[in-house]
Nanobody
Framework: VQLQASGGGSVQPGESLRLSCAAS????????IGWFRQAPGKEREWVSC????????YYADAVKGRFSSSRDNDRNTVYLQMNSLNPEDTAIYYC????????????????WGQGTQVTVSS
């Protein structure tokens, strides 16, 4: 089982990025996939997840209305579209496969990608 996060970069405030989480060793649409981020000096925080059951998406208040998660089952990939980025979004972003428990806790996920850096700065 592997998750490969990519798509990070350096952008200016107000710009957009799309992160990808490519899954291998399992069929990603059978699992809820979550996105987390960790800023320097801060704890890892939940950002979003997309449900395996019905494809519903859930977002942290800090990103609601700006971020959206989606799946491409043919590519076995989950995406996080991030719009209207601001400096507070600067962090390493991780995707993870949900296992059990409350989906907004990192402990509920048992497989993690390596992370991709997002930097928002003018």
């Amino acid at each position: 089982v592997q998750l490969q996060a990519s798509g990070g970069g350096s952008v200016q405030p107000g710009e957009s990025l799309r992160l990808s989480c490519a899954a291998s060793g399992f069929t990603s649409d059978y699992f809820t996939i979550g996105w987390f981020r960790q800023a320097p000096g801060k704890e890892r925080e939940w950002v979003s997840c997309i449900s395996s059951l019905d494809g519903r998406t859930y977002y942290a208040d800090a990103v609601k209305g700006r971020f959206s998660s989606s799946r491409d089952n043919d590519r076995n990939t989950v995406y996080l579209q991030m719009n209207s980025l601001n400096p507070e979004d600067t962090a390493i972003y991780y995707c993870a496969r949900y296992y059990s428990g409350s989906y907004y806790f990192a402990s509920a996920y048992n497989y993690w990608g390596q992370g991709t850096q997002v930097t928002v700065s003018s």
